[in-house]
């Protein structure tokens, strides 16, 4: 897999809509198998899924392909399919043993997580809702090294500290809830500076 290769599906699972009309499990598998066909052979992203469900997770593919491997996956998690997914692929695009992210990959996480942060206002925003909350949570990935590498340490502190009221269920009523709007007003100063 390329760094090209891995660009592409970064690109795709911060911004799926821009790669397909709805994004759901038979979607985002059109877009996987049709994507390696294009490459004919040179990105073999399904066999580095199966691989990191077997050795991370101890799920084996048998049968059940990566597509199954997930499915087992999400339910252990109670998340859903899309989202499973596209945390695994962070994590094996990311990771170390696949040559991590280069800036422009880093950039394209950054900018889906400020464009998230972004949404935190007073007023309230209407993408500020339980789709909010899953896309923090298959994104933000702060036990990750290669994740935390990415930011400054006030950055970080401040994700962490967001990542914490997400975990709470403490975000929303309607508009954000204080302390969310604290740290997101913290994090916009830091990008002033």
């Not at 339980?130 to 970080?156: A, C, G, I, L, S």
């Amino acid at each position: 897999m390329t760094d090209q290769d891995k660009l592409l599906l970064v690109r795709f699972i911060t911004r799926m809509g821009m790669y397909i009309p709805e994004r759901n499990k038979s979607n985002i598998i059109s877009f996987v198998y049709g994507y390696e066909i294009g490459r004919n052979g040179e990105c073999s992203f399904t066999k580095l899924l199966i691989e990191h469900m077997e050795n991370k997770y101890s799920i084996p593919h048998s049968s059940v392909s990566w597509i199954g491997q997930i499915h087992f996956y999400a339910e252990k998690k109670k998340s859903s399919w899309e989202s499973t997914f596209r945390q695994i692929s962070l994590e094996i695009i990311g990771s170390e043993e696949n040559g991590g992210l280069n800036q422009e990959m880093q950039d394209t996480i950054k900018t889906w997580i400020h464009s998230l942060i972004g949404r935190i206002e007073a007023q309230g925003n209407p993408w500020f809702n339980q789709w909010w909350v899953d896309e923090w949570k298959t994104v933000v990935m702060t036990k990750k090294n290669w994740f935390k590498n990415m930011w400054t340490p006030q950055e970080f502190k401040i994700i962490q500290a967001i990542t914490k009221e997400v975990s709470n269920n403490n975000v929303f009523m309607i508009v954000p809830k204080e302390p969310l709007l604290s740290l997101s007003e913290k994090f916009r100063h830091l990008e002033k500076q």
